[in-house]
C-alpha cells in the first residue's frame, strides 16, 4: 500500500468530517468569516470526488448544528445563502456523477426556499448509488436521540421492549452504518454534538489544517493511518 492509494480492504465504509477553521482561515487572509464558509463549500465538492474514487460508500459532513442558530444572525443569513447557492449550483452536477444527498437533521427553522431547493436535491439524486453525501445541516446528536426516543414512545414501545437497535432503527441515520472514521480539522479534539450515538466505536483523525485546506492528499493519509488501527469494538486483541 502507498500513501497515494490506500488498499481497497483498508478504505472505511462510512468517513464523518467535522468542518471546522472557516472563520479562523479566512481571519489569516484578512477576510470576512463568510469568504471562509464559501471556501470550504467549494472544498466539499474536491473531497467528495476523492472519497468517491477511493471506494467510500458514505461521507456525512457537518454543515449546520442546532448550536449554529446562536451565532451572528448576518453569518446565519450568509449560510443559508451560500448553502442554497449550492444546491443550485451542484445539485445536477452530483446526480451526473450518481451521487445520492441524504439530508440529517430538522429543517424547523429554515426558510421555505432552502427546504425546497434541499428537497428537491434529494428527490433528484435518492436513487443513485456511487457515493451518499450525508448532509447533517441543522443537526444534533442529542436532539437524534431525543427525537428517535419520542418516535419509540408513540409508537407505544414499553421500557422493557426498548433495545439500541430499535432506538438506531429511528435515528436520522437509519439504514447507515455506523462512521468507521471520524476527520476533524482545524486541531479541535471534541465531538460537538456531532453523532454522538453513532460514533460509539469510529476511529478518529484530527489534523490542525483548516477545512478549505484540507486536501486529497491529507484525506489519503488519514486513511493510511486508519489502515493500520487495530478496531476491537471493545473486545481484545488476537495477540
Same mark, same amino acid.
Given at each position: 500500500?502507498?500513501?497515494?492509494?490506500?488498499?481497497?480492504?483498508?478504505?472505511?465504509?462510512?468517513?464523518?468530517?467535522?468542518?471546522?477553521?472557516?472563520?479562523?482561515?479566512?481571519?489569516?487572509?484578512?477576510?470576512?468569516?463568510?469568504?471562509?464558509?464559501? #471556501?470550504? $463549500? *467549494?472544498?466539499?465538492? @474536491? =473531497?467528495?470526488? %476523492?472519497?468517491? &474514487?477511493?471506494?467510500?460508500?458514505? /461521507?456525512?459532513?457537518?454543515?449546520?448544528?442546532?448550536?449554529?442558530?446562536?451565532?451572528?444572525? #448576518?453569518? $446565519? *443569513?450568509?449560510?443559508? @445563502? =451560500?448553502?442554497? %447557492?449550492?444546491? &443550485?449550483?451542484?445539485?445536477?452536477? /452530483?446526480?451526473?456523477?450518481?451521487?445520492?444527498?441524504?439530508?440529517?437533521?430538522?429543517?424547523?427553522?429554515?426558510?421555505?426556499?432552502?427546504? @425546497?431547493?434541499?428537497?428537491?436535491?434529494? &428527490?433528484?439524486?435518492?436513487?443513485?448509488?456511487?457515493?451518499?453525501?450525508?448532509?447533517?445541516?441543522?443537526?444534533?446528536?442529542?436532539?437524534?436521540?431525543?427525537?428517535?426516543?419520542?418516535?419509540?414512545?408513540?409508537?407505544?414501545?414499553?421500557?422493557?421492549?426498548?433495545?439500541?437497535?430499535?432506538?438506531?432503527?429511528?435515528?436520522?441515520?437509519?439504514?447507515?452504518?455506523?462512521?468507521?472514521?471520524?476527520?476533524?480539522?482545524?486541531?479541535?479534539?471534541?465531538?460537538?454534538?456531532?453523532?454522538?450515538?453513532?460514533?460509539?466505536?469510529?476511529?478518529?483523525?484530527?489534523?490542525?489544517?483548516?477545512?478549505?485546506?484540507?486536501?486529497?492528499?491529507?484525506?489519503?493519509?488519514?486513511?493510511?493511518?486508519?489502515?493500520?488501527?487495530?478496531?476491537?469494538?471493545?473486545?481484545?486483541?488476537?495477540?
Amino acid at each position: 500500500m502507498t500513501s497515494d492509494q490506500p488498499a481497497r480492504s483498508r478504505v472505511p465504509r462510512h468517513i464523518a468530517v467535522i468542518m471546522d477553521g472557516n472563520g479562523r482561515w479566512a481571519k489569516r487572509r484578512g477576510l470576512p468569516r463568510l469568504a471562509g464558509h464559501r #471556501a470550504g $463549500v *467549494e472544498n466539499i465538492r @474536491r =473531497i467528495l470526488r %476523492e472519497c468517491a &474514487d477511493l471506494g467510500v460508500h458514505y /461521507l456525512t459532513i457537518y454543515a449546520f448544528s442546532t448550536e449554529n442558530w446562536s451565532r451572528p444572525s #448576518a453569518e $446565519v *443569513e450568509g449560510l443559508m @445563502r =451560500i448553502f442554497g %447557492e449550492f444546491l &443550485d449550483r451542484e445539485t445536477r452536477s /452530483l446526480h451526473a456523477e450518481g451521487v445520492k444527498i441524504r439530508h440529517l437533521g430538522s429543517m424547523q427553522g429554515v426558510s421555505p426556499s432552502l427546504q @425546497r431547493k434541499t428537497q428537491a436535491a434529494l &428527490d433528484m439524486t435518492r436513487n443513485n448509488q456511487r457515493i451518499t453525501l450525508c448532509v447533517a445541516f441543522n443537526y444534533g446528536g442529542r436532539a437524534d436521540i431525543v427525537n428517535a426516543v419520542r418516535a419509540l414512545l408513540a409508537e407505544g414501545v414499553g421500557a422493557d421492549a426498548l433495545s439500541e437497535q430499535m432506538i438506531s432503527e429511528r435515528l436520522s441515520t437509519s439504514g447507515m452504518p455506523d462512521p468507521d472514521l471520524i476527520i476533524r480539522t482545524s486541531g479541535e479534539w471534541r465531538l460537538s454534538n456531532f453523532l454522538i450515538w453513532q460514533a460509539a466505536y469510529s476511529e478518529y483523525w484530527v489534523t490542525p489544517t483548516f477545512w478549505p485546506d484540507f486536501s486529497p492528499e491529507l484525506l489519503r493519509q488519514a486513511l493510511d493511518e486508519y489502515g493500520q488501527r487495530e478496531r476491537r469494538f471493545g473486545g481484545l486483541t488476537n495477540t
